[in-house]
């Protein structure tokens, strides 16, 4: 069996999600016979081969990775989505976009993924019917020498110098959440205790460059600690935590923050850095080997005896082998995944051609995901990134009405009267070879006489989106009969990610 998992990006390949979360189950899953491939979901267009038994889509929330979805359980595929991050159980504004995808989630998948008990509980109640696995993030091996000598080494260099080498690493920011640096400069008056025991802190900060600027800066300045910032690497991550006698993982009590999984407390446990973890108790299932209090720490630096140690070692693989063995959560897996309700694939003759209709902020990924799958690209009124579509309903020329353009291509797939109805144009613009006639109907006589001031500003776009955007799918499922039509839409408020499905499509 093999399972193909697609991230966002290339860059997602090098996240942490990916690194603790799939890459260290490679291994295991390779030696019970299964194989486990991972993906930036830009490489399908670069030829990469949909020949997997399970598909998991990691970070992927956009209109292409929903279409893919349907089509590659159309083959007789098992697919699902992970669902690691709480942006679904507030109702902030600015998780619009998240929430709607959620919603395009229910009764198209045939699994979902999460790491913690409450983020699984978090997508039941939106979809109780999905079976739901929960995986918790694996460890990678503590090596008990090294890490039971450096121990020793920590203590004793902090307790001659009343000094505490501390780290914070993780990515330092988010679009929607105050998360991450945030945190440390919330909870950074925590070192004040340490300081007035008489204990000096100097705390290297690893996270992206991007969550670095001056406010940014001017902030962490303000602790009572000496702070250095560094952009994270995942070797930079490792040195600092093989060195640092504190990893300082604060936790706020919001609900993304709740719903994280250990990943980062087991890989500073791994490593022999004490945890301090002000806040929110994330961590509790670590139990005792987690510091919640500044004073608790200063007792036991007085008493020079830390919660992990020499004698606590086998305490903690222990602890890990409940929550974090690789080979229990692939063995788990592989079980959750034999349970699975398998579909038998449709024939190629009864598989649905598809399209995407971009709306204004539609990205160029969806675009170039319809050419390399033989999907139907076509453009709306609000397409404001004009692309080589094969169709596009448009105001063409700065005086003329809206028009139905298409290209060859899309010539091609016209039903067979709207292709005789077609006009050539005198000479091919912007790729497009005829002009269309709009239908006689309600949704035609709509889109004919719309004028750009209904698409041009967001306040526009947003009091005419619905009915335009109607007429549009009305318009191009008439002259694309047959086709199963998706909207790309990420401007808020105006995300549409659910389809209207027509005939049982």
């Not at 020079?304 to 903690?316: F, M, R």
């Not at 024939?347 to 319809?370: K, N």
Request: net charge negative; charged share 20%; proline share 5%.
């Amino acid at each position: 069996m093999k399972i193909q998992i697609l991230v966002r990006s290339a860059d997602w390949l090098n996240s942490a999600g990916t690194r603790i979360r799939y890459l260290r189950l490679k291994r295991e899953l390779n030696a019970l016979g299964w194989k486990l491939a991972i993906d930036p979901i830009s490489s399908i267009n670069e030829g990469l081969r949909l020949n997997a038994d399970i598909y998991l889509f990691s970070k992927c929330q956009d209109v292409g990775a929903l279409m893919l979805t349907d089509m590659l359980r159309e083959a007789g595929a098992l697919v699902g989505f992970d669902l690691f991050d709480d942006y679904f159980s507030g109702q902030e504004s600015a998780t619009f976009v998240h929430r709607v995808f959620q919603r395009a989630l229910i009764g198209r998948v045939d699994f979902l993924l999460c790491s913690t008990e409450r983020m699984s509980a978090i997508a039941r109640d939106s979809d109780p019917q999905v079976p739901i696995h929960v995986m918790n993030d694996p460890h990678d091996p503590v090596a008990r020498t090294i890490v039971d000598s450096s121990i020793g080494a920590r203590l004793l260099q902090a307790q001659e110098s009343r000094t505490l080498e501390a780290v914070w690493f993780g990515h330092g920011n988010n679009p929607v959440f105050p998360v991450g640096l945030h945190d440390v400069v919330a909870f950074g008056a925590e070192f004040q205790v340490l300081r007035q025991a008489g204990w000096q802190v100097r705390l290297k900060v690893l996270t992206n460059s991007d969550a670095i600027d001056q406010a940014v800066l001017g902030a962490l300045q303000t602790l009572p600690a000496q702070v250095q910032v560094e952009e994270w690497s995942e070797a930079g991550e490792a040195i600092s935590l093989d060195r640092a006698l504190l990893a300082f993982l604060p936790v706020n009590f919001q609900n993304f923050s709740i719903a994280k999984s250990l990943n980062r407390a087991v890989s500073a446990l791994a490593r022999g850095a004490q945890v301090f973890s002000p806040g929110f108790p994330l961590y509790e299932a670590l139990g005792s080997f987690i510091y919640r209090s500044g004073p608790d720490l200063v007792d036991d630096l007085a008493r020079g005896a830390l919660k992990l140690n020499g004698g606590s070692l086998d305490a903690l693989a222990a602890r890990f082998a409940k929550i974090a063995d690789p080979a229990q959560e692939a063995i788990k897996l592989i079980h959750f995944f034999d349970g699975l309700t398998q579909r038998p694939a449709c024939s190629v003759e009864d598989r649905a051609m598809r399209g995407i209709i971009h709306g204004s902020s539609s990205p160029s990924s969806i675009h170039r995901l319809c050419k390399s799958l033989g999907w139907l690209s076509l453009g709306s009124p609000y397409s404001l990134y004009h692309q080589p579509f094969h169709a596009e309903i448009a105001q063409f020329e700065p005086a003329g009405s809206v028009e139905l353009r298409v290209s060859r291509e899309g010539y091609a797939r016209l039903a067979d009267q709207w292709r005789e109805s077609a006009q050539p144009l005198a000479r091919s613009v912007d790729g497009y070879s005829h002009i269309v006639p709009l239908p006689d109907s309600s949704a035609g006589r709509e889109l004919a006489t719309a004028t750009p001031e209904m698409w041009k500003s967001r306040a526009a776009r947003i009091l005419t989106f619905s009915s335009l955007m109607r007429a549009t799918q009305e318009v191009y499922r008439e002259v694309f009969p047959q086709t199963y039509l998706l909207v790309s839409e990420h401007e808020m408020p105006l995300t549409v990610a659910e389809p209207e499905r027509e005939n049982g499509q």
